[in-house]
């Protein structure tokens, strides 16, 4: 029996609503806001215009020690791999305070236990969708 880790499935932010609690997922997400108190980021990721609005609230107490402060401000592309939380929906610890910042408008929100967080650099969206769902269409 083998001890290693899950691997984590990589999936668009907007596909995150589709994950289920505890699934173990890496995506590409723009920084839209970050609550100081809650260790949270909002982060979002429109790759077509008829793609939900759907934010991540990223909790990243976790890596709080690791993560570089660029990468937590507005406008920095992110990857996170993290566990999808059960607490869908609900209006709890730092959600209210991001979602009612007036920054981030979702149609949907997932959240998010960051396990790491580390920068993007300067991703081609583009590409990096297209390669997205053509692995997940051929899984």
Not at 33 to 48: C, E, F, K, P, Q
Not at 76 to 98: H, K, L, S
């Amino acid at each position: 029996m083998s001890t290693a880790p899950l691997p984590s499935r990589l999936v668009l932010l907007a596909n995150l609503v589709n994950c289920r609690p505890r699934d173990k997922v890496r995506f590409l997400g723009c920084v839209d806001d970050y609550d100081v108190h809650g260790a949270a980021l909002a982060l979002t990721h429109r790759h077509s215009s008829s793609s939900p609005a759907v934010v991540a609230i990223v909790n990243i107490q976790h890596v709080l020690q690791s993560i570089k402060r660029e990468d937590m401000e507005v406008g920095a592309w992110i990857n996170v791999m993290g566990y999808v939380m059960e607490d869908q929906g609900r209006t709890v610890g730092a959600v209210p305070r991001i979602l009612s910042s007036g920054k981030a408008k979702p149609e949907k929100y997932v959240r998010v236990q960051a396990l790491t967080v580390w920068s993007a650099g300067d991703v081609d969206l583009d590409s990096y969708t297209d390669a997205v769902l053509q692995r997940q269409s051929s899984q």
